[in-house]
């Protein structure tokens, strides 16, 4: 029975976002290597104890938390990569535009329905996911980690929409303009690659 630690990935590359300032960055990244650190000891504790035998209830608790943590961790991950320092505007020809065109009516129209999630209240994340069942995108709220995954489906592009990814460049009221900034940031060359 083993259990393969994660690395927290470098980031550093990120220095310099349109909008998203580097101290953001730097105590967003923080964050997230709390997420593969927590993950790290969760899972090494459960290991431990499913090794020796220890299936009580405090087994089940850490069982409970262990999704939480571990989405916590990767959903960073595919945040921090679908971002880019000098990104450049979702091109025609992009296969992820092109789907989302020919489904929606038109970029803008996905694009709409996408932001009008992010601005949905409370905290979590916002996913487009390609279903490679019906070959369609579904752009979905995710309710701070763990909650409303789709089972099976690709997350194309991700966004966070904790208060922490923005609270510390602009106040929590100002959601509408981190938005602005993530999409002045997306690596749409990333969002391409995932629909592979
Ligand atoms: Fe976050």
Avoid: C
Avoid at 38 to 50: P, Y
Avoid at 115 to 144: C, E, F, R
Avoid at 176 to 192: E, H, Q
């Amino acid at each position: 029975m083993a259990f393969t630690k994660y690395t927290a990935k470098d980031y550093g590359r990120l220095k310099g976002l349109a909008g998203i300032t580097d101290e953001q960055i730097e105590v967003h990244l923080k964050l997230y290597n709390g997420y593969v650190n927590r993950t790290n000891a969760l899972q090494e504790k459960l290991f431990a104890m499913a090794g020796a035998g220890t299936f009580d209830s405090s087994y089940q608790e850490l069982k409970r938390r262990a999704g939480w943590e571990w989405n916590g961790m990767r959903l960073h991950e595919y945040y921090f990569d679908n971002l880019a320092v000098g990104a450049k505007p979702l091109a025609d020809g992009n296969p992820f535009g092109a789907a989302v065109a020919k489904q929606f009516g038109s970029v803008d129209a996905w694009k709409n329905d996408f932001m009008n999630t992010a601005k949905m209240p409370g905290v979590g994340w916002i996913i487009a996911y390609l279903d490679p069942v019906s070959g369609q995108i579904l752009n979905s709220w995710i309710n701070q980690h763990e909650v409303s995954h789709l089972a099976g489906a690709k997350p194309v592009l991700v966004l966070d929409v904790w208060e922490h990814a923005f609270s510390v460049y602009l106040k929590p009221t100002d959601r509408a303009k981190y938005l602005d900034d993530f999409f002045a940031n997306v690596d749409w060359n990333v969002v391409a690659q995932r629909m592979g």
